[in-house]
């Protein structure tokens, strides 16, 4: 799906900022129609930004259910005959918007865009009332999946993820106009020959103006270094600057349609970074050349805003990323928002691009968060329903976000449960699934501890293995000694797989400025020996070829008996302070630099 844009011939118009909003506990409001009028009893809630922590009210916070969104927009008066849009970045985890008192869009699945063609509802210049009903209950058929319970006290919402459910519009809405002869998708695919660089790409058009497809290559300074006429083809580029890690150069492909008098219809920017991603035995290959992963497992998740998108923290997690020499991250455990690839595009970090399908394991959620026990896979639980919305979740995923260069393998899903024939039977087709929308990039999924060598079924469907490993902590806890072989045998044996191994996670809670002589858990000293008890054993594995630490920042979750405040593994603190262990990363990650 092409993001909104200001080019010669479309224009957009944000519309975050402060809407109306309220809770619905009784779910009065669709039926209702709260749509239909100014929202009853609204208070102002900020958007993007999760609802759940901006209230002093922890009523808010623990809302199960409906929530209403609404707001005015003008539509610019220039708009006159254009086709207008109507889009949101993400609505969490799935909503219906009406535009006025008509229904223009329902969408599943928190973290990828949707939108609606709203041209017959609106006119240039008139005020138009914009009302979303944002749902955040997690069932068996959601990605993520949970439990709502029908209590005495009301809703509860249980899930087998360790991440706060943050629920609300946590990323922009827009508005956006285009000619009504339109370009409605780019694919891009590079290559390389030599030195030589080669852009594929693939246009698609809509609308009834008779017209051709022009497009223009353009290098970082606006230079043309190669044109192409028609829906589809192949540029080359001659002594290629090439896309790579820590080098985020970028092309710029113009893509326009043209009318019979050469008058431009449309226009629409793609940025290109041209590189080459291959798995080869037991190395992960980008240009050619083996690449080590150094990085973590992120959250989108801040104070106050939640799962809100901010420039302020997009910014600054880059740069920490940079000062202690990360090269990559996982987008732990769902699609980040499109401004995190464009930045991570321009800044040659590398990313794991994951799907929201965590928590697909209940066995270890029951483990893990004191839930009762169900099956995961059965036609009650995660079923052939669960496996559309999640295969949905895929091609929504690479739909939007393939034609970035720093994105570099699909991982469709976070520690599903993968020792069961079940398990298998239910994975064999979204693997076959991803490689068809994209024959381009490998596929893996994070495998978790239960699913051990010799017990993971679905192992041998990924391109790359991806472990999630905590020994030292979950086991062995507090005996690095212990953990040292026991990690070190179970990475030998994945080893003899003959394929390259990621370290998806690796790390241990840790109270920043909590201080041992002896290397206690929960400690700065043993976060630090733990993860250098890690690097030794990755170090003397040969298919090890990246390393991922759980996580980036402190987080917040649901409470529990495990969480203080929420998961402490973070390497920065939750207001992203270094703790001991950022310090012992950096000099590990820097060294060759
Ligand atoms: C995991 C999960 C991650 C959790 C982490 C932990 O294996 O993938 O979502 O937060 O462990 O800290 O327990």
């Given at each position: 799906?092409?993001?909104p844009?200001d080019?010669?011939?479309r224009e957009r118009k944000s519309l975050?900022?402060?809407?109306?909003?309220?809770?619905?506990?009784?779910?009065?409001?669709?039926?209702?129609?709260?749509?239909?009028?100014?929202?009853?009893?609204?208070?102002?809630?900020?958007?993007?930004?999760?609802?759940?922590?901006?209230?002093?009210?922890?009523?808010?916070?623990?809302?199960?259910?409906?929530?209403?969104?609404?707001t005015t927009a003008r539509v610019p008066r220039g708009w006159e005959g254009r086709r207008v849009v109507l889009?949101?970045?993400?609505?969490?985890?799935?909503?219906?918007?009406?535009v006025g008192d008509t229904?223009v869009?329902?969408?599943?699945?928190?973290?990828?865009?949707?939108?609606?063609d709203v041209t017959s509802l609106l006119a240039p210049g008139d005020e138009v009332r914009i009302?979303?009903?944002?749902?955040?209950?997690?069932?068996?058929?959601?990605?993520?999946?949970?439990?709502?319970?029908?209590?005495?006290?009301?809703?509860?919402?249980?899930?087998?993820?360790?991440?706060?459910?943050?629920?609300?519009?946590?990323?922009?809405?827009w508005l956006y106009a285009t000619p009504t002869?339109?370009?409605?998708?780019?694919?891009?695919?590079?290559?390389?020959?030599?030195?030589?660089?080669?852009?594929?790409?693939?246009?698609?058009?809509?609308?009834?103006?008779?017209?051709?497809?022009?497009?223009?290559?353009?290098?970082?300074?606006?230079?043309?270094?190669?044109?192409?006429?028609?829906?589809?083809?192949?540029?080359?580029?001659?002594?290629?600057?090439?896309?790579?890690?820590?080098?985020?150069?970028?092309?710029?492909?113009?893509?326009?349609?043209?009318?019979?008098?050469?008058?431009?219809?449309?226009?629409?920017?793609?940025?290109?970074?041209?590189?080459?991603?291959?798995?080869?035995?037991?190395?992960?290959?980008?240009?050619?050349?083996?690449?080590?992963?150094?990085?973590?497992?992120?959250?989108?998740?801040?104070?106050?805003?939640?799962?809100?998108?901010?420039?302020?923290?997009?910014?600054?997690?880059?740069?920490?990323?940079?000062?202690?020499?990360?090269?990559?991250?996982?987008?732990?455990?769902?699609?980040?928002?499109?401004?995190?690839?464009?930045?991570?595009?321009?800044?040659?970090?590398?990313?794991?691009?994951?799907?929201?399908?965590?928590?697909?394991?209940?066995?270890?959620?029951?483990?893990?968060?004191?839930?009762?026990?169900?099956?995961?896979?059965?036609?009650?639980?995660?079923?052939?329903?669960?496996?559309?919305?999640?295969?949905?979740?895929?091609?929504?995923?690479?739909?939007?976000?393939?034609?970035?260069?720093?994105?570099?393998?699909?991982?469709?899903?976070?520690?599903?449960?993968?020792?069961?024939?079940?398990?298998?039977?239910?994975?064999?087709?979204?693997?076959?699934?991803?490689?068809?929308?994209?024959?381009?990039?490998?596929?893996?999924?994070?495998?978790?501890?239960?699913?051990?060598?010799?017990?993971?079924?679905?192992?041998?469907?990924?391109?790359?293995?991806?472990?999630?490993?905590?020994?030292?902590?979950?086991?062995?806890?507090?005996?690095?000694?212990?953990?040292?072989?026991?990690?070190?045998?179970?990475?030998?044996?994945?080893?003899?797989?003959?394929?390259?191994?990621?370290?998806?996670?690796?790390?241990?809670?840790?109270?920043?400025?909590?201080?041992?002589?002896?290397?206690?858990?929960?400690?700065?000293?043993?976060?630090?020996?733990?993860?250098?008890?890690?690097?030794?054993?990755?170090?003397?594995?040969?298919?090890?070829?990246?390393?991922?630490?759980?996580?980036?920042?402190?987080?917040?979750?649901?409470?529990?008996?495990?969480?203080?405040?929420?998961?402490?593994?973070?390497?920065?603190?939750?207001?992203?302070?270094?703790?001991?262990?950022?310090?012992?990363?950096?000099?590990?990650?820097?060294?060759?630099?």
């Amino acid at each position: 799906m092409l993001r909104p844009q200001d080019t010669s011939t479309r224009e957009r118009k944000s519309l975050t900022g402060l809407w109306e909003f309220r809770l619905d506990p009784t779910r009065a409001g669709r039926s209702a129609r709260w749509f239909a009028d100014s929202l009853p009893d609204a208070v102002r809630a900020p958007v993007p930004a999760s609802y759940n922590d901006v209230f002093a009210d922890a009523t808010v916070r623990d809302h199960v259910g409906d929530v209403w969104y609404q707001t005015t927009a003008r539509v610019p008066r220039g708009w006159e005959g254009r086709r207008v849009v109507l889009r949101f970045d993400s609505a969490t985890h799935r909503a219906v918007v009406w535009v006025g008192d008509t229904k223009v869009a329902e969408h599943e699945g928190g973290y990828t865009p949707f939108e609606a063609d709203v041209t017959s509802l609106l006119a240039p210049g008139d005020e138009v009332r914009i009302t979303a009903v944002v749902n955040n209950e997690l069932s068996f058929q959601s990605i993520p999946p949970g439990i709502v319970e029908d209590t005495p006290q009301g809703l509860r919402q249980l899930y087998f993820h360790d991440f706060f459910n943050y629920a609300g519009l946590h990323r922009a809405v827009w508005l956006y106009a285009t000619p009504t002869t339109y370009v409605s998708d780019v694919t891009v695919v590079t290559d390389r020959h030599g030195s030589t660089g080669l852009v594929r790409y693939a246009v698609q058009s809509s609308g009834d103006a008779d017209h051709t497809v022009q497009v223009t290559l353009r290098d970082a300074e606006g230079r043309t270094v190669a044109t192409g006429d028609g829906a589809g083809g192949e540029l080359s580029v001659g002594d290629a600057h090439l896309w790579a890690p820590g080098d985020g150069y970028l092309y710029e492909l113009e893509v326009e349609l043209v009318d019979a008098e050469g008058a431009t219809l449309d226009s629409y920017l793609q940025t290109v970074g041209i590189r080459t991603v291959e798995v080869r035995g037991i190395q992960f290959l980008i240009n050619g050349e083996p690449f080590y992963f150094k990085g973590f497992g992120k959250h989108e998740d801040s104070a106050v805003r939640g799962k809100g998108y901010d420039d302020a923290f997009l910014v600054h997690d880059f740069a920490l990323l940079d000062w202690i020499g990360a090269n990559s991250f996982r987008t732990s455990h769902y699609p980040y928002a499109d401004e995190v690839y464009d930045y991570a595009d321009r800044e040659g970090v590398v990313i794991l691009d994951e799907v929201a399908a965590v928590g697909q394991n209940v066995e270890l959620a029951g483990g893990i968060f004191g839930g009762k026990s169900y099956v995961t896979f059965s036609p009650e639980t995660v079923n052939d329903v669960s496996r559309e919305v999640h295969a949905q979740a895929i091609r929504e995923l690479v739909a939007r976000d393939k034609n970035h260069p720093s994105v570099v393998l699909w991982s469709i899903a976070n520690e599903p449960e993968s020792q069961t024939p079940e398990s298998r039977e239910y994975f064999e087709p979204l693997f076959a699934l991803t490689r068809e929308l994209d024959p381009t990039r490998p596929v893996g999924f994070a495998n978790f501890a239960l699913a051990s060598h010799g017990k993971c079924l679905v192992s041998d469907l990924g391109d790359v293995l991806m472990l999630n490993r905590y020994y030292g902590w979950y086991v062995n806890t507090g005996d690095l000694v212990a953990a040292e072989q026991a990690w070190q045998t179970e990475l030998e044996a994945w080893a003899t797989e003959g394929k390259p191994i990621i370290i998806t996670e690796y790390g241990a809670d840790t109270v920043a400025g909590l201080h041992s002589v002896a290397p206690v858990p929960w400690t700065e000293e043993y976060q630090v020996e733990y993860l250098e008890m890690n690097h030794r054993v990755f170090d003397r594995v040969d298919a090890v070829v990246g390393e991922h630490v759980w996580n980036f920042a402190d987080f917040a979750t649901m409470s529990g008996v495990r969480r203080v405040d929420g998961n402490k593994k973070g390497v920065f603190t939750r207001d992203r302070r270094p703790k001991a262990a950022a310090h012992l990363l950096r000099r590990r990650w820097t060294r060759d630099a």
